[in-house]
């Protein structure tokens, strides 16, 4: 990675660089630097970029190009784009729906006592019940199999739809979506179904691999729902928490445990291990001052959003981690957990340990978690992680920038409590009454993952414009650690980047809150599972507006998405009528109809679309623009106007440059490169 590219990321992350090349060691940075140079200014395959490589059988590989505009069995340019990305979202849905079988599975062996959790929400669980419409079991236990069961057969059964989608979408969604033929059935048909319309010589017609795209899209945010609700119920609903991110976080003085991965279910036991006397002593005894669990990616947030747990990073930093010599153990989980840290920790004394059956490494070593036995695992991952602290080398290195001070813990139960203290009969009042004045112009969720190819966080980019615009900023995933390390996540932040009534809104809810300051004006919900809380949030105001979804001044924006779960998501919330913005196109651009079908027709099928603009400074005019057409079916745009945007327009004047037919012409520069 070259020296002007290190520098243009934040201090701390481009002071790990430059001690990684230091000891030799080669990152994610370089390794996406090899796909940036040379001949091509991108060297990545156009065709696989684009989505025209076919490679479902031995006639092929085949891949469109002018020459042969078909495969060799003749499969078009559009079915092959939509067959590919059919398959990249049924691999994100597989993804979140395998976590909440995993929390669904626990829950039920912790209400039969096969496990060691405890039921800690109650009312949540009956709240849920009654959603789910189990309301008539007899106590925790039994209410708890049966939500338990129930969300277990979303998954893996064959009901007419998953109950969680059916119960949990509001009545217009739901019958849009059974009308066109997109409510799923269960998590296990649908994938088993995409499997089988993907295979070579069966479903051609791209039209149906993107509606059942979107069927899977409402499956995952189904799935979603399943693993923050039930997590919920067994760990407890998030509170708000001050915290830090950074490097820094990680301590010298004391056994450092990195939590990684998605599923917090061994997290929470190695959180609560973490203070037990005697592993406490035996630390002590060798020399450490105590156990410090830090967090990485979306278990980290989850510890964060539960327990304040700092977090050391995001997808892009894992290597760095390990390279500041200070981690005795990475204790992974699953997803996005980069192959190349057991390459990095060979540097170091750090032990890679993975535990779950779905994400073995090469050679690290494995400790099995099984719930059943979950307070043996964490014990086990903590002693090996303590009698590691003597074999710390002597290469220790942390930046100089200390880290960053965070808030996060969102939750709906969180935020109407705050409502409630406003206004006790009607707690939604506050909020809806903020958002038909203007004083919240609207709502952004900025969600999904950091690349190593951006120079700059587009999402604090995003967000500080939208913040000047009065714009509430909700954030997920690696997106709101993003916004952590820009700091936006502090009561300070409001002060400095929001606009006067979203100033004004968020004093006033600080109070509410008891913090005595504003709250933050990037609201830090959790890991990316936890964007269904934003969905039922969103679902919960249109109803209190009396509004449809798609109606709603709101939009989401994954403006470095990277995962195909957040594929999965951001086609599930576009199904649910929220319009998302991509920040890279999805692999589709050598498809005009997929293009036309996700960005043009999806919104005469369930009113939103997706968006697709890699500028920051244009994402925030596209989703002002698209707030401001909500409003006006409100009757509302004109409210608090701003016309302090970039270049001093006012937002009737802002031009947006890139019109659809840039978007579906694959002839379009901007989107295709080549050689
Ligand atoms: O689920 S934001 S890189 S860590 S996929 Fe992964 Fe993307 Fe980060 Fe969390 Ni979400």
Same mark, same amino acid.
């Given at each position: ?78 079915? $092959? ?109 649908? !994938?088993?179904? %995409? ?10 017609? =791209? @039209? ?34 001050? #915290?830090? $991110? ?34 406490? &002593? ?16 979306? @278990? ?60 073995? !490494? ?14 043996? %695992? ?21 930046? &100089? ?32 009454? %903020? ?26 980019? $995003? ?45 006033? !809810?600080? &109070?509410? %809150? ?34 449809? !979804?798609?109606?709603? =001044? ?14 999965? $998501? ?25 293009? #036309?079908?996700? @960005? ?65 012409? =694959?002839?379009? =520069? ?6």
């Amino acid at each position: 990675m070259k020296n002007e590219e290190i520098k243009s990321l934040d201090n701390a992350t481009s002071e790990m660089i430059r001690h990684a090349h230091m000891l030799g060691i080669e990152t994610i940075f370089d390794r996406n630097g090899n796909y940036s140079t040379g001949e091509c200014k991108k060297a990545k395959c156009n065709f696989g970029s684009r989505g025209i490589c076919c490679k479902q059988c031995m006639l092929g590989p085949c891949r469109i190009s002018g020459r042969s505009l078909k495969g060799t069995c003749g499969a078009s340019a559009d079915t $092959i784009a939509a067959r590919n990305l059919l398959m990249m979202i049924g691999r994100g849905t597989a993804a979140h729906s395998s976590h909440a079988l995993h929390v669904a599975s626990t829950l039920l062996k912790t209400a039969r006592k096969k496990t060691s959790y405890k039921i800690k929400e109650q009312i949540k669980l009956e709240s849920i019940s009654r959603n789910i419409n189990i309301g008539k079991e007899e106590g925790t236990d039994a209410l708890a199999s049966a939500a338990a069961e129930l969300a277990i057969s979303d998954i893996l059964g064959d009901e007419k739809y998953m109950r969680f989608a059916e119960s949990y979408y509001p009545a217009d969604v739901f019958g849009n979506l059974s009308n066109l033929g997109v409510m799923p059935s269960s998590v296990g048909r649908e !994938l088993l179904d %995409s499997g089988h319309e993907t295979s070579m010589g069966t479903m051609a017609d =791209p @039209t149906e691999f993107i509606l059942h795209a979107a069927r899977l899209g409402v499956a995952d945010i189904a799935s979603l729902i399943i693993s923050a609700e039930l997590q919920d119920v067994l760990f407890g609903i998030p509170k708000l928490f001050s #915290s830090k $991110i950074g490097f820094n976080v990680l301590e010298k003085d004391k056994v450092n445990v990195v939590i990684h991965g998605h599923v917090p279910l061994l997290s929470e036991k190695i959180i609560e291990f973490s203070e037990d006397v005697q592993l406490l &002593e035996k630390a002590r005894s060798l020399g450490a001052n105590g156990i410090n669990v830090v967090g990485c990616c979306c @278990t980290g947030n989850d510890a964060l959003m539960r327990h304040g747990i700092p977090v050391a990073g995001s997808n892009i930093h894992q290597e760095l981690i390990i390279a500041t010599g200070l981690a005795e153990a990475i204790v992974v989980d699953v997803q996005c957990i980069y192959p190349n840290i057991e390459n990095v920790a060979k540097h170091f004394h750090t032990r890679i340990i993975s535990t779950m059956k779905e994400a073995r !490494l090469q050679s690290a070593e494995h400790i099995p978690f099984d719930e059943e036995n979950a307070d043996e %695992s964490a014990k086990r991952i903590l002693n090996a992680a303590i009698e590691n602290f003597p074999k710390r080398l002597n290469n220790a290195f942390l930046p &100089e920038e200390k880290p960053h001070d965070l808030m996060g813990g969102f939750s709906v139960e969180n935020i109407l409590d705050t409502l409630t203290k406003i206004d006790p009969e009607d707690p939604f009042k506050p909020l809806v009454d %903020s958002i038909r004045s203007g004083a919240i112009y609207g709502i952004v969720l900025l969600a999904g993952c950091i690349s190593p190819g951006m120079t700059e966080s587009s999402q604090v980019t $995003i967000a500080k414009e939208l913040l000047k615009q009065n714009v509430l900023i909700f954030s997920t995933g690696c997106s709101a650690q993003s916004c952590a390390r820009g700091g936006l996540l502090t009561p300070e932040a409001t002060m400095e980047y929001a606009g006067d009534k979203l100033k004004g809104v968020l004093q006033a !809810l600080g &109070e509410a %809150s008891g913090l005595k300051k504003p709250l933050p004006p990037v609201w830090h919900f959790g890991s990316c599972v936890d964007n269904s809380r934003v969905i039922i949030l969103a679902i919960a105001l249109a109803q209190n507006m009396g509004l449809q !979804l798609k109606d709603l =001044p709101i939009a989401a924006s994954a403006a470095d998405w990277v995962a195909e779960k957040a594929a999965a $998501i951001g086609t599930g919330a576009v199904a649910l009528g929220i319009t998302v913005h991509l920040g890279r196109a999805p692999p589709i651009m050598g498809s005009p109809e997929v293009v #036309s079908l996700l @960005t043009q027709k999806s919104g005469e099928l369930f009113g939103a679309k997706f968006i697709v603009e890699e500028d920051p400074i244009k994402t925030s005019q596209l989703l002002l623009l698209h707030i401001r057409k909500a409003r006006e079916k409100l009757g509302t745009a004109s409210n608090n106007f701003i016309s302090d945007n970039p270049k001093g327009q006012n937002n009737e004047d802002i031009s947006i440059s890139l019109e659809p037919n840039e978007l579906i012409n =694959p002839q379009n =520069p901007m989107l295709l490169r080549t050689c």
